[in-house]
């Protein structure tokens, strides 16, 4: 009996030195927080893009990573909530939408890593101290918006030469928005436009503000990159062919969606991307040593139907240098 008691608790022994140490000690599951300003259908083409980084990456939802999402497209009121919301998690990186989500969360923590997509000028919105350093927890891709104008305004010329009366479309509520309105000046001078602004910060005052750039004598509207205008591209569009003023905007989704013209970094470079940063952040690099990327590959998008709708024909030079052309 005396032996048998004796040999039970060092089988044990033995068996428990035998089981690997990864099965004894689970992996942790990260964390992610994820906060657009935008709605999640208008979210949704770059969102699918950065979980299919992240499955890429060899992250699988609910298996070694956890995401937290919160979308708000109807404002920015409940950012500040949001935010704080998802910080007191305690996720392991924070990932932002648009230039007043990723303000909203480098307010809310000075600690958590920030990755940030939809940015459009990230120093100025006081979210890195530089592309090349940022210094701080907070680092991403930048899309250009704001540089990309000149070559915005060029093709809408190109596509409508008598066009001299442009409507530009932006939220001065909107960071990433009024770099847009504010560098179309120079590149428009210098095509010859003049600029309507349409200023609109609230859903119900699109109809207005377009009615009223008709009367003021705009035959055509360029739409910046904004969140408002992100969560409500449809009806931006048949607002446009309803007052018939040929559209441009900044993204590929937009055209799809109904925008005569767009031209912009796509949304899944751009959500890829993030999956990547997230990916190095969550590997121990820290948001202060990885430099803004801003986007190599751009895309011009033209929509056949709604040049159809307004009556114009897509000059051959400019159907040329499309991307995509939507029939």
């Known amino acids: 009996m005396m032996r048998q008691i004796f040999w039970i608790p060092l089988c044990a022994l033995l068996l428990a030195l035998s089981v690997p140490v990864d099965a004894q000690q689970p992996k942790k599951i990260l964390r992610v927080g994820y906060l657009a300003a935008v709605s999640a259908a208008a979210d949704a083409p770059r969102l699918e893009a950065f979980r299919q980084g992240l499955r890429d990456l060899g992250y699988i939802e609910g298996q070694n990573i956890l995401i937290e999402y919160r979308h708000e497209g109807g404002g920015f009121a409940r950012l500040p909530e949001l935010a704080a919301e998802l910080v007191g998690q305690k996720p392991d990186v924070l990932v932002t939408v648009?230039?007043?989500?990723?303000?909203?969360?480098?307010?809310?923590?000075?600690t958590i890593p920030i990755v940030f997509m939809g940015v459009t000028d990230p120093v100025t919105a006081g979210l890195v101290e530089g592309l090349a350093r940022p210094g701080g927890n907070a680092t991403g891709i930048t899309n250009m918006a704001?540089?990309?104008t000149s070559k915005r305004l060029e093709l809408l010329k190109e596509t409508l030469p008598t066009v001299s009366h442009l409507a530009v479309l932006w939220d001065p509520q909107a960071p990433g928005s009024v770099p847009q309105w504010r560098d179309s000046q120079l590149p428009a001078r210098e095509l010859g436009l003049q600029l309507y602004s349409m200023e609109v910060s609230n859903v119900d005052k699109y109809e207005e503000a377009f009615k009223e750039a008709v009367e003021a004598g705009n035959t055509a509207v360029w739409v910046t990159l904004n969140p408002l205008a992100n969560s409500n591209q449809k009806k931006i569009a048949n607002l446009a062919i309803n007052n018939g003023l040929p559209s441009i905007c900044a993204r590929s989704d937009y055209s799809e969606n109904g925008c005569m013209m767009a031209y912009g970094p796509g949304y899944g470079i751009e959500g890829k991307d993030g999956a990547r940063y997230v990916d190095k952040i969550l590997k121990g690099a820290k948001p202060a040593d990885i430099p803004v990327e801003q986007p190599m590959r751009f895309e011009l998008v033209i929509n056949l139907h709604t040049a159809k709708k307004l009556g114009l024909t897509i000059p051959p030079s400019v159907l040329f240098q499309a991307d995509k052309v939507i029939q």
Do not use: S
């Open 98 to 110: 648009t230039t007043n989500a990723a303000q909203a969360v480098k307010k809310a923590t000075t």
């Open 146 to 148: 704001a540089i990309l």
